[in-house]
């Protein structure tokens, strides 16, 4: 998989790790949202892999979402990894 290619399914991903954490937690996009200081569009953007969140926002997700910052990118690396074997 190209460099590029790999980033934008990694960013994907990682929208898809939160999305699924914060539906694990019964939150809503807004509640995020305000947990982070973020707007909620913001949010829904990461979500679907169109924004690619800075490591302070990394942290900030991370936080409301009660884990270390670098599960959320190793979740995201492991669908990555999974991907691969799929395709």
């Known amino acids: 998989m190209e460099q590029h290619q790999k980033a934008d399914k990694l960013q994907k991903n ?3 790790v939160i999305r699924n954490r914060r539906l694990a937690l019964g939150i809503s996009q807004e509640n995020l949202a305000e947990n982070c200081d973020l ?7 990461i979500e ?19 884990c270390l910052p670098h599960i ?4 995201a690396e492991e669908l ?5 074997f799929t395709s």
């Not at 707007?39 to 953007?45: A, K, V």
């Not at 679907?48 to 009660?66: D, E, F, H, Q, V």
Request: charged share 20%; no cysteine; aromatic share 6%.
């Open 14 to 16: 990682f929208g898809q």
């Open 48 to 66: 679907r892999g169109i924004k690619s969140p800075s490591l302070k926002t990394i942290t900030l997700l991370a936080i409301a979402l009660g």
């Open 72 to 75: 959320l990118l190793q979740e």
């Open 39 to 45: 707007h909620r569009n913001y949010i829904s953007e």
């Open 80 to 84: 990555l990894n999974d991907d691969t």
